[in-house]
């Protein structure tokens, strides 16, 4: 499945970006499993796709990653900006999830 990069326009922070994964919603379990196994964190997230939640993983490059599904696709949504919180990340990532789930058929 499809992945795409995309740079903010006129951003001088090399990490700065998003960050959109498509794959097979089947693989949802073997994801979090994995989540699980590692020891990272999983908050539930309501109101964007099915089983919807943010893994969390504080004091690394990207402390959270926003993951949901909607009908046979698992969306990842990864949201780096240098000036923002981790709590504006996850707000614009409910966002942008909410934008992209209304896309999908």
């Known amino acids: ?9 006129g951003s001088d922070h090399p990490t700065d970006g998003v960050s959109v994964q498509l794959q097979d919603a089947n693989r949802f379990d073997l994801l979090t499993a994995g989540i699980k196994q590692s020891g990272l964190t999983q908050e539930p997230v309501a109101g964007v796709g099915d089983e919807a939640f943010f893994q969390l993983a504080p004091k690394t490059i990207y402390p959270v990653i926003f993951y949901f599904k909607k009908n046979a696709i698992l969306v990842g949504l990864t949201l780096q900006r240098h000036d923002m919180s981790t709590a504006q990340i996850k707000q614009a990532d409910k966002q942008l999830g909410a934008v992209l789930a209304s896309h999908i058929g």
């Open 1 to 9: 499945m499809p992945s795409c990069y995309f740079s903010p326009p």
